[in-house]
T-cell receptor, first 115, second 114 residues
Framework: AQSVSQHNHHVILSEAASLELGCNYS??????LFWYVQYPGQHLQLLLK??????LVKGIKGFEAEFIKSKFSFNLRKPSVQWSDTAEYFC?????????????FGSGTRLQVQP | DTAVSQTPKYLVTQMGNDKSIKCEQN?????MYWYKQDSKKFLKIMFS???????INETVPNRFSPKSPDKAHLNLHINSLELGDSAVYFC?????????????FGEGSRLTVL
């Protein structure tokens, strides 16, 4: 079955530290990849997306992610986190060539940034 | 103007009751979804409609019944509520029949069953 794994369930960082959150998916083929962020008590918002082209994509608020096809990975990075980045981060995958019409989400990573 | 709006935002009710959550999108999208987020923040697709046609119906109890009167609206009715139904229910929409996968989410409806 197609699945998405986020290995870091809870990450605690100090402000200005660098961030990398892992995301792997289980099945090859053509994929569209997403990172969503959910701030406390709020809905999910799109951070960035990858459909094709340059595997290094830049999103909002200084986030970027790199698609490595050979590793089935799409890790999220930020060079210097801020307290306001405290949130839940979700990786999501759309398998384009399987006919499955819904996004599959990872289990999320809770990021806590300490001032 | 909220792009995807859900009502109510909070719902507290007793076991055995019936309740509905409504969703409306003004983005002109053709596909709408219901996702359930449990207490561990895990997001799971429940249903999806494309132009009023049900296209995704995951393993969800029959007590849950979605209805889409038109492509801008998707409602969720839940009969005989159980404690395990407590969750946040997110409505979402997408364009191009969901081909790209990009979703636009509503603010969620937090359902608490006592």
């Amino acid at each position: 079955a197609q699945s998405v794994s986020q290995h870091n369930h809870h990450v605690i960082l100090s402000e200005a530290a660098s961030l990398e959150l892992g995301c792997n998916y289980s099945y090859g083929g053509t994929v569209n990849l997403f990172w969503y962020v959910q701030y406390p008590g709020q809905h999910l918002q799109l951070l960035l997306k990858y459909f094709s082209g340059d595997p290094l994509v830049k999103g909002i608020k200084g986030f970027e992610a790199e698609f490595i096809k050979s590793k089935f990975s799409f890790n999220l990075r930020k060079p210097s986190v801020q307290w306001s980045d405290t949130a839940e981060y979700f990786c999501a995958v759309k398998w384009v060539d399987t006919g499955r019409r819904a996004l599959t989400f990872g289990s999320g990573t809770r990021l806590q940034v300490q001032p | 103007d909220t792009a995807v709006s859900q009502t109510p935002k909070y719902l507290v009710t007793q076991m055995g009751n019936d309740k509905s959550i409504k969703c409306e999108q003004n983005l002109g999208h053709d596909t709408m979804y219901w996702y359930k987020q449990d207490s561990k923040k895990f997001l799971k697709i429940m249903f999806s409609y494309n132009n009023k046609e049900l296209i995704i119906n995951e393993t969800v109890p029959n007590r849950f019944s979605p209805k889409s009167p038109d492509k801008a609206h998707l409602n969720l009715h839940i009969n005989s509520l159980e404690l395990g139904d407590s969750a946040v229910y997110f409505c979402a929409s997408s364009q191009d029949s969901g081909r790209t996968g990009e979703l636009f989410f509503g603010e969620g409806s937090r359902l608490t069953v006592l």
